[in-house]
């Protein structure tokens, strides 16, 4: 157990319509990081939060947004949902973002799938 | 974001060793990780290197060469739980952020 909590495990929903995931980072951890993984993918990085500031972007659609809260949880939305969407949503959390203090210790995931 | 290799797959018997390689591009390295990850599951931090040379965990060690662009993962003394995916992640200086790489997956048979 990495003591990053990912909340729904599974969800099922239809194209076109709208999720939120959520994420809580182990104690202490400032910095939170959302990844997609999909099977023809692999694991690609989405964004990341430094108490509670976007730090950095990567390949994150303009139908997704993320925001962390003051009490560091963080949320990824997902609007518009398309076939595509399907895939292992995997949030992760580390101390800060330098050295190894930038381990990344990731939590159990949710699995989407759009119907 | 540059390029990562590493193998597909690689099969290797219980009690053997195993060498995943991961070769990187070496501009802008900042730090490599070797993650495990079970099918449907979470990577599992296993490593971290940032400067050269060989870091020992028990089992599992981990090599760098930054001015190669090249690192390794041993697995020695192979169990059937390490049946997994293995997967090599760069630091870039300029992201701040890792990129990882598709991941070598490794089948142990008894």
């Known amino acids: 157990d990495s003591g990053v909590t990912q909340t729904p495990k599974h969800l099922i929903t239809a194209t076109g319509q709208r999720v939120t995931l959520r994420c809580s980072p182990r104690?202490?951890?400032?910095?939170v990081y959302w990844y997609q993984q999909s099977l023809d993918q692999g694991l690609q990085f989405l964004i990341q939060?430094?108490?509670?500031?976007?730090?950095a972007k990567g390949n994150i659609l303009e139908r997704f947004s993320a925001q962390q809260f003051p009490d560091l949880h963080s949320e990824l939305n997902l609007s518009s949902l398309e076939l595509g969407d399907s895939a292992l949503y995997f949030c992760?959390?580390?101390?800060?973002?330098?050295?190894?203090?930038?381990?990344?210790?990731f939590g159990p995931g949710t699995r989407l799938t759009v119907l | 974001g540059q390029n990562i290799d590493q193998p597909t797959e690689m099969t290797a018997t219980e009690g053997a060793i195993v060498q995943i390689n991961c070769t990187y591009q070496?501009?802008?390295?900042?730090?490599l990780f070797w993650y495990q990850q079970h099918a449907g599951e979470a990577p599992t931090f296993l490593s971290y290197?940032?400067?050269?040379g060989l870091e020992e965990k028990g089992r599992f060690s981990s090599f760098l060469s930054r001015s190669k662009g090249y690192s390794y993962l041993l697995l020695k003394e192979l169990q059937m739980k390490d049946s997994a995916s293995y997967l090599c992640?760069?630091?870039?200086?300029?992201?701040?952020?890792?990129?990882f790489g598709a991941g070598t997956q490794v089948v142990v048979t008894p």
């Open positions: 992760a959390s580390s101390v800060a973002f330098s050295g190894e203090s930038d381990t990344q210790y």
């Open positions: 104690s202490g951890d400032l910095s």
């Open positions: 939060y430094y108490n509670g500031e976007e730090r």
């Open positions: 290197n940032v400067l050269d």
């Open positions: 070496t501009s802008g390295f900042n730090g």
């Open positions: 992640a760069v630091r870039w200086a300029s992201w701040g952020k890792l990129q």
